[in-house]
């Protein structure tokens, strides 16, 4: 069941997964689907006990990061759809494993930190 906190802050897909081409936006865009996946990343750190080792403060600045997060956001979308196969929340959470290892990997070669962060 999903609790009230994911409710308020607007996590719980109702249209068909959003895949975002970052390459693709403009400005304004860009700007308004970082606010949508910052909503996410906040819930999914928090709900997750992330640390700033697999995701810095200063995640939206680097692509990379910004790209391993918003394609787990749209599985984690596809995953909690009416018509989605109720393996899909554990098929998530299995390529979620890969994931948070390729953003520490990514995190620690950025050496950016809790406070400081470090220019690509």
């Known amino acids: 069941m999903t609790d ?12 068909d997964p959003y895949v975002v081409c970052w390459r693709d936006l403009d400005a304004a865009d860009l700007g308004d689907e970082l606010d949508r996946l910052t909503t996410w990343v906040n819930w999914a750190t928090d709900r997750y006990r992330l640390d700033h080792k697999v995701i810095p403060p200063c995640w939206p600045n680097h692509g990379a990061l910004v790209e391993e997060l918003s394609a787990l956001r749209t599985f984690w979308e596809a995953c909690y759809l009416e018509d989605a196969s109720p393996s899909d ?4 959470h299995r390529d979620l494993t890969l994931a948070l290892r390729r953003l ?17």
């Open 4 to 15: 009230d906190l994911t409710k308020a802050l607007g996590l719980i897909p109702t249209n």
């Open 89 to 92: 929340p554990l098929s998530f």
């Open 104 to 120: 520490r990997d990514w995190s620690s070669m950025l050496g950016c930190s809790r406070t400081l962060h470090r220019p690509e």
